[in-house]
């Protein structure tokens, strides 16, 4: 079912959640328990497709001239060179690697795709195309050893493999080891033997017009966990879970309009939380900028702030921090930037300060797990509490909770455990390699356990204390 499109709004209501866009409109992401009894999940639809039921329709907006001219992706790649791109162009192109993956690396729905590439509009094509398809992605970070890359591949059944040309060679290293790897596509203006040639198949394919209608619950992507101990763990995400409901979490939490721009530093595909800032995004007509960056930069950063109108910065503690310790970071001016979002590590009180002072902004934290897609944020129409996790989004309710599962009164420190349903796979995954037992109390309750420690206070916001020991990291 797509989304319907009323007057200039992508209207979700059919897939239980509010409009996704309308002008000036105010979000209220501060509930931790559903609106009313019925399970979460119920309202899950049967089928939902990314691509179909959110970008086409954002095409289509374009193709009747009910959108403004602002772009979906806009980039400024390796070359210097810059290219915008429409939703109706970024959809063609999707439709391109579409016919690509399915008419020459014979890829079916179900099949499932590793991709080692940085961010680039390649990239995007490539994972949408997978959406579109029904074909499973695996991402993964491009800087990965070849006994890293001989694992993942084996552990997920990857049937092809997507790198540029300083993967390469790595791959073919290994390739012999992997039965299930049949193709191997390079994205590079070079050319390696044994792989098919993705720029020149853009160039000429025929965009690929029909998309898979995609259940709800099929998985959309397979994320590695990282670990503190033992080798990393694969969860499932399956496309209405990572491609509506954590993606409008994510959205709620930079409370994005469809005339901003986002610039989310680092690579989306390294984790859950970074690719739902995308996919939020798109979900509300937003703009992406990527800016080719092979290592973090301050200055380039800085210079980028300053000359592009980029409205919502995403990064993570240290790279905040290599900001703020820049030599000239108090004569820079970030005249479009007006909002400012933090995840992978809490951020100090002095940061933040330090961050408002020069900025005039604050930093609002989020708290994600890859193996949840839990999101806690903390929103700049609540007064910010700096260190703190802020409050859960919707659909999540959080607890503190002793050894025995039992429910502790604010102020005490415990477990921090998500309260969970056996038909909510649309909204948490648990980690495959543990068993659902290990999270259902006596009492009655199920929870699974971050492997976090924190208090609840008594506003309801929750604090990161510590972490517990071999356990899942995000």
């Not at 005039?360 to 903390?378: N, V």
Request: proline content about 5%; glycine content about 6%.
């Amino acid at each position: 079912m797509r989304l319907k499109i009323k007057n200039q709004e992508l209207n979700c209501k059919r897939f239980g959640c509010k409009a996704c866009y309308k002008p000036k409109q105010n979000f209220a992401i501060w509930a931790t328990k559903s609106s009313d009894q019925r399970p979460l999940g119920q309202e899950v639809p049967q089928y939902f497709n990314f691509a179909k039921d959110v970008l086409d329709q954002w095409s289509q907006l374009e193709k009747d001239w009910r959108r403004g001219s602002f772009p979906a992706l806009w980039e400024i790649n390796a070359k210097g060179l810059e290219m915008r791109w429409s939703f109706e162009r970024l959809v063609r192109f999707s439709q391109k690697a579409a016919s690509i993956l399915s008419d020459i690396c014979t890829l079916r729905q179900g099949d499932r795709l590793m991709i080692l590439l940085p961010p680039s509009s390649e990239t995007y094509w490539i994972y949408l195309a997978c959406v579109r398809l029904g074909i499973s992605f695996v991402p993964g970070p491009s800087l990965l050893t070849a006994k890293e890359i001989l694992y993942r591949l084996n552990i997920s059944r990857a049937q092809c493999i997507v790198v540029d040309e300083t993967v390469a060679p790595i791959v073919d290293s290994v390739v012999s080891k992997c039965p299930t790897l049949k193709t191997k596509l390079l994205v590079s203006d070079k050319s390696c033997d044994g792989w098919l040639d993705f720029k020149e198949l853009i160039r000429v394919t025929l965009p690929k017009q029909t998309c898979v209608d995609t259940k709800s619950q099929d998985p959309m992507a397979f994320f590695f966990t990282n670990k503190t101990t033992g080798a990393p763990k694969l969860v499932e995400y399956s496309q209405y879970g990572l491609g509506m409901l954590f993606s409008q979490a994510s959205r709620q939490w930079m409370e994005l309009r469809s005339t901003e721009v986002l610039w989310s530093l680092g690579n989306p595909f390294d984790g859950t939380l970074s690719l739902s800032n995308v996919l939020g995004a798109w979900l509300q007509g937003a703009c992406v900028f990527l800016y080719h960056m092979p290592s973090f930069c301050p200055e380039t950063v800085l210079n980028v702030l300053s000359r592009f109108p980029i409205t919502t910065l995403s990064g993570n503690q240290r790279m905040y921090q290599e900001l703020l310790q820049h030599q000239y970071f108090t004569s820079y001016r970030f005249k479009s930037l007006k909002h400012c979002v933090a995840a992978g590590g809490s951020i100090s009180p002095e940061m933040i300060e330090d961050w408002k002072r020069v900025t005039q902004l604050d930093i609002y934290e989020g708290y994600g797990q890859t193996e949840t897609g839990l999101l806690c944020a903390a929103s700049k129409r609540i007064k910010l509490k700096p260190g703190s996790l802020g409050k859960p989004l919707p659909p999540y309710i959080i607890q503190i909770v002793d050894e025995n599962s039992n429910i502790l009164s604010p102020g005490e420190e415990g477990n921090i455990a998500i309260h969970v349903k056996r038909n909510q796979s649309a909204y948490l995954h648990c980690p495959h390699m543990m068993s659902w037992e290990e999270y259902a109390s006596a009492s009655g309750h199920t929870f699974y356990l971050t492997g976090d420690r924190g208090i609840m206070d008594e506003d309801g916001y929750f604090w990161l204390t510590g972490r517990a020991d071999k356990t899942i990291s995000a």
